[in-house]
């Protein structure tokens, strides 16, 4: 009965510390413009979700402060991702748009410093997440 209960405790010993190996990535935003709204951090894996995917099913900071402000995303596995960041001003979970389609909200990407026209794509905001943890820093862009 002791062997089994060791054999046991090895076993859940080795599989804690294996989840605990997959990377992470950290995520510093700063330039937010002010105290309003919240700030929601998109991780996308695909072209297809990058593009199509809603916001307000990223993770949503309530902004308290105008102090950089960090997001971490826990056991991801290697591969490609991409990162969109906006300050939802009202609270509506999405980036809102003005009759010409611009952006009426502060946001920023991965990767790009510069807004594009229209929406990005996903390969030129994507990066590689390997088997070490990742950070980043995204200045939000107010146009």
């Not at 510093?28 to 593009?51: H, M, Y």
């Not at 307000?56 to 960041?85: C, M």
């Not at 999405?94 to 929406?119: H, Q, T, W, Y």
């Not at 794509?121 to 950070?135: G, H, L, R, T």
Request: proline share 7%; net charge neutral.
């Amino acid at each position: 009965m002791k062997l089994l209960f060791g054999l046991f405790f090895l076993v859940l010993i080795g599989f804690v510390a294996a989840k605990g190996d997959e990377p992470a990535l950290t995520v510093r935003v700063t330039d937010i413009p002010g105290v309003k709204g919240n700030l929601l951090v998109g991780l996308f894996q695909t072209a297809e979700s990058f593009t199509d995917s809603p916001m307000a099913e990223s993770p949503k900071i309530e902004l308290k402060t105008a102090e950089d402000q960090v997001v971490v995303f826990n056991d991801l596995k290697p591969g490609k991702y991409a990162i969109a960041v906006v300050q939802d001003l009202n609270k509506n979970g999405k980036l809102d748009r003005n009759f010409l389609g611009m952006p009426k909200e502060p946001l920023a990407f991965s990767v790009i410093k510069k807004i594009p026209k229209g929406k990005p794509k996903f390969e030129d905001c994507a990066f590689e997440i390997k088997d070490e943890p990742v950070a980043m820093v995204i200045a939000l862009v107010t146009k």
